[in-house]
């Protein structure tokens, strides 16, 4: 079965600054590999997926990851962080026929 | 095109009471999925469902809890006799197939008095 582990539970960091949010996954099988944000007390958004072919994934507001099958992870970067990032962020994973979830990783940009 | 929609937002219960949550998924989504958020915690997989279909239920509780998905309307997720510990927020995501990304509604918050 898929597991998803994210290595931080809280990551500050100051605007501007760049940001990597960890992701390691654990599978015997093919994975499909996601990234996800939630803002308070709202669902979660898509920020972008890992399916098959280029191991970078550009997603949504700035932010891309890469897939790196020899380490097994899946890191979350964004170059330069705006105060409105400030948010959880879920890594997920599929094998089979469900998404499983790391335990999340809050980030919080402050000025 | 509308997402994925939850109704209610928010809901109170009594202890004792039944809860039933309605997701209705995205135009041309055939799969269901419920989670659940409990305060601080990161989103647990509940079930999976497409159309009258139980795909997968390995997260739901053995006891009190149940989910369909009708050949017509929405799905439903139906907790009765809620205690305290029901108590966190139940968001219900669709997709087109299981490799596609899942889209995610605004949840349900219950809280169980």
């Known amino acids: 079965a898929q597991s998803v582990t994210q290595l931080d539970s809280q990551v500050p960091v100051f605007e501007e600054a760049p940001v990597e949010l960890r992701c390691n996954y654990s599978?015997?099988?093919?994975?499909?590999l996601f990234w996800y944000v939630q803002y308070p007390n709202q669902g979660l958004q898509l920020l972008l997926k890992?399916?098959?072919?280029?191991?970078l994934v550009k997603g949504i507001n700035g932010f891309e990851a890469e897939f790196n099958k020899s380490q097994t992870s899946f890191h979350l970067r964004k170059p330069s962080v705006h105060i409105s990032d400030t948010a959880e962020y879920f890594c997920?994973?599929?094998?089979?026929?469900?998404?499983?979830f790391g335990e999340g990783t809050q980030l919080t940009v402050n000025p | 095109n509308a997402g994925v929609m939850q109704n209610p937002r928010h809901l109170v219960r009594r202890r004792g009471q039944e809860a039933r949550l309605r997701c209705s998924p995205m135009?041309?989504?055939?799969?269901v999925y419920w989670y659940r958020q409990l305060p601080e915690e990161g989103l647990k997989f509940m079930v999976y469902l497409q159309k009258e279909n139980i795909i997968d239920e390995s997260g739901m509780p053995k006891e009190r809890f149940s989910a369909e998905f009708p050949k017509e309307g929405p799905s439903i997720l139906r907790i009765q006799q809620v205690v305290r510990g029901d108590s966190a927020a139940y968001f219900c995501?669709?997709?087109?197939?299981?490799?596609?990304?899942?889209?995610f509604g605004s949840g349900t918050r219950l809280t169980v008095v």
């Open positions: 890992y399916l098959s072919g280029s191991t």
């Open positions: 997920g994973g599929t094998s089979g026929s469900r998404l499983t």
């Open positions: 995501a669709s997709s087109p197939g299981p490799s596609d990304g899942y889209t």
């Open positions: 599978s015997s099988v093919s994975v499909y």
């Open positions: 135009k041309g989504h055939s799969h």
